[in-house]
């Protein structure tokens, strides 16, 4: 299939390297071309612009840090709006603001083009091993168009709709109870350390028994070795991720008391660490408040 592809961030690159390895015809764009130059070589063609990007087939993906760089490519005389032909589709993989999709899709109705929220679960490791979970929602002609697509990224698709913004509030609340999870583990670990237990020692037994899921094992190790940087998942981008939770939650009027805990965790971890911490980065910050 011939595919347009925007944002070569970590999860950006591994992902449109899975669909260059899927042997998909794939047009690369990136505000840095450098970060494209490993695609370009394994086989990719690079766009002068989004625009150009959109241009290439009649399927375009997008994967951006957030909603102000979805829009940033979306717009413009070069950008992925006036580039994709009618009836094509744009295939929106970011973490954005419920609000936010509805526009998106209000935009390419418009132009009468097609679009299909897609965000993923996972992180760079489980993109580049093609091993993410893909939240969809739109038209069930556009989920079957990107199957083939999803197939080369991802180890499971759900699709939770025909309203685009649904797949963008799932993938909120899944962040959400991430979040919550990691919280929960750097209580506990910390808990446990200063009580004399190993952190590791508690995550078998947590593991071994009624946690043995892959949020606890992924984030228990990370938190149990103090693995925060390299950022798989950076502090700045969980904050934004909490706001928009936030954002959601007011729209709907749904008191959500331990969100607020979270993005203080977060704040302060960012505040005192750097912006270039893991999100899990909270359960140092959990042990540090704690006299550890």
């Known amino acids: 299939m011939k595919i347009g592809f ?12 899975n669909l260059v390895r899927a042997r998909h015809e794939v047009t690369v764009w990136n505000r840095s071309a450098e970060k494209a130059r490993p695609l370009i070589e394994a086989g990719a063609m690079l766009a002068a612009f989004p625009k150009d990007a959109a241009a290439s087939g ?62 993923v679960f996972g992180r760079p490791d489980a993109a580049a091993a093609a091993k993410l979970f893909v939240v969809a929602a739109g038209a069930a002609g556009d989920l ?11 180890q499971r698709v759900f699709h939770v709709g025909e309203t685009p913004s649904a797949a963008n509030l799932v993938k909120l609340c899944g962040n959400f109870m991430i979040l919550a999870a990691i919280e929960s583990m750097g209580e506990a670990m910390t808990l446990a350390a200063k009580g004399g237990v190993a952190k590791a020692k508690l995550l078998e037994v947590l593991t071994g028994t009624l946690f043995d899921a892959p949020v606890f094992r992924t984030y228990g190790a990370i938190l149990a070795e103090e693995r925060f940087r390299p950022a798989g998942f950076a502090a700045p981008l969980g904050l934004k991720d909490m706001r928009l939770v936030s954002q959601a939650a007011e729209g709907e009027r749904v008191p959500m008391p331990l969100l607020s805990l979270l993005r203080d965790h977060l704040l302060q971890t960012i505040a005192t660490e750097g912006e270039d911490i893991d999100w899990s980065g909270i359960g140092h910050t959990i042990a540090k408040n704690a006299g550890l």
């Open 58 to 119: 009649d399927v375009i993906l997008s994967m951006v840090a957030d909603d102000a760089a979805l829009n940033a490519v979306l717009s413009g005389d070069d950008g992925v709006l006036a580039g994709l032909r009618p009836g094509a589709l744009h295939i929106s993989l970011s973490t954005i603001a419920v609000a936010t999709a509805e526009d998106v899709a209000a935009r390419h109705a418009e132009r009468r083009q097609r679009f299909l929220a897609a965000p």
């Open 144 to 154: 079957e168009t990107a199957r083939p697509l999803f197939a080369a990224i991802s």
């Open 6 to 17: 925007v944002g070569l961030g970590r999860m950006g690159a591994a992902i449109a390297a």
